[in-house]
């Protein structure tokens, strides 16, 4: 990826920069310098042989497909003393293509929407009597892109096979293989967002181009949209608390595309993999302009401060430290008293633990060119 933007970057820039802010800027320069004598480095001596090696700093800006690797094995080793000894459920919303433009140019906004309305649809759902009659908790991971980087927002929810009863007196079991029915979860998070897009045009708060401005232009946009149906899709539940965390981590600080999809960049045209789930997830290689692969991957920078993983109902942190205790007294399970350390860099000769001896700023780097910075390439930890 850096490659990429380091041969084709400036030019696409000065020929989209009209198009573009700051933010994406940012991203460029970060994925740049990332894990380069630019941003310093450390020593590293191993605790049991002594073995040193010289490491770079990583940027680690969240859209860096080189930096989250350590903030998620770090999140993932916090999550792992959260887990309940039940199913788990893997539920998906996806917003509507049409709907896409419209997000785009208001990115804060419909995707707090996005969460706020498909949350309330399921923890509504779950409470009602005919269905589940619990409360329940769940953990959200916002994706806004497809296989091939064109836009796709969406949520993945991780939801627990259950929830407490209303009196906080039993847990209540969900079917070992339905949830919720995912019929009712789309119309239900169907007519909440459409409602609040109402809203927020009556408030003025939308920003758009075209028809859509004039209130019958809305309007008639809103009716197209509650015509169709919205995708809600309920996975098999998993098995053991191990399976759920290596499930997460497939999705949680995940960028766009990675480095190992990439196949190749020649001639300022980008070759990389991509599952075409409409055709049973069949594997494919697509081959774009460099311009356009870097349009494809700016169009999913987050504006900052966004959270792109969050707890809702039993697991919203105002509440999950109490409830996750009478969850567990009521499954009739200790909680986990010593959470697992996230992984450490291992020494290559001894696999002993390297632990950082000399912090190293760029110019100390650049001066010291006799040192061995080979060793440094492909190796990172998080910069501090």
């Known amino acids: 990826m850096a490659d990429i933007v380091r041969a084709t ?31 310093g480095g450390h020593r590293d001596q191993c605790a049991n042989c002594g073995h040193q090696a010289i490491s770079f700093n990583s940027c680690p800006n969240r859209h860096c497909p080189k930096c989250q690797g350590n903030a998620r094995s770090k999140w993932l080793a916090a999550r792992s003393a959260e887990l309940l000894p039940v199913p788990y459920f893997h539920i998906v919303f996806t917003l509507p293509h049409q709907l896409s433009a419209l997000v785009l140019q208001n990115k804060r906004l419909l995707y707090d929407l996005l969460y706020r309305t498909s949350a309330a649809a399921m923890l509504q759902l779950a409470r009602d009597p005919k269905h589940l009659g619990a409360d329940i908790g769940f953990l959200g991971v916002l994706h806004t892109w497809g296989q091939n980087l064109q836009h796709h927002p969406h949520i993945h929810y991780i939801v627990p096979a259950g929830g407490l009863a209303p009196d906080r007196s039993r847990w209540i079991e969900s079917s070992p293989r339905f949830f919720l029915p995912v019929q009712a979860l789309s119309q239900v998070f169907r007519g909440k967002l459409c409602e609040e897009l109402r809203e927020l045009f009556q408030q003025d708060r939308l920003q758009f181009h075209g028809s859509l401005a004039s209130p019958s232009g809305f309007g008639h946009f809103l009716w197209q949209l509650c015509q169709k149906d919205w995708v809600v899709y309920a996975k098999p539940p998993f098995g053991a608390a191990e399976q759920v965390l290596n499930y997460l981590a497939r999705y949680t600080h995940r960028v766009a595309i990675s480095n190992h999809r990439l196949v190749a960049f020649e001639n300022d045209r980008v070759s990389f993999r991509w599952r075409d789930y409409a055709h049973r997830g069949k594997q494919k290689v697509i ?47 200790a909680a986990c008293v010593d959470p697992p350390e996230p992984p450490s860099r291992r020494c290559p000769a001894c696999s002993g633990i390297m632990l950082v001896v000399e912090r190293l700023t760029p110019g100390q780097l650049h001066f010291h060119s006799s040192l061995n910075l080979s060793n440094s390439l492909g190796c990172s930890v998080d910069s501090s």
Request: hydrophobic share 45%; proline share 3%.
């Open 287 to 333: 081959t774009v302009s460099a311009h356009e692969f870097l349009r494809r991957f700016l169009i999913h920078v987050l504006p900052r401060g966004l959270v792109r993983i969050r707890h809702f109902g039993l697991f919203a942190n105002r509440r999950r430290s109490a409830a996750l205790q009478r969850c567990r007294e009521l499954l009739g399970t």
């Open 9 to 39: 970057g400036n030019g696409f820039w000065e020929q989209q920069q009209t198009h573009l802010a700051w933010p994406h800027r940012k991203v460029l320069d970060a994925i740049l310098r990332c894990r380069t004598a630019a941003l």
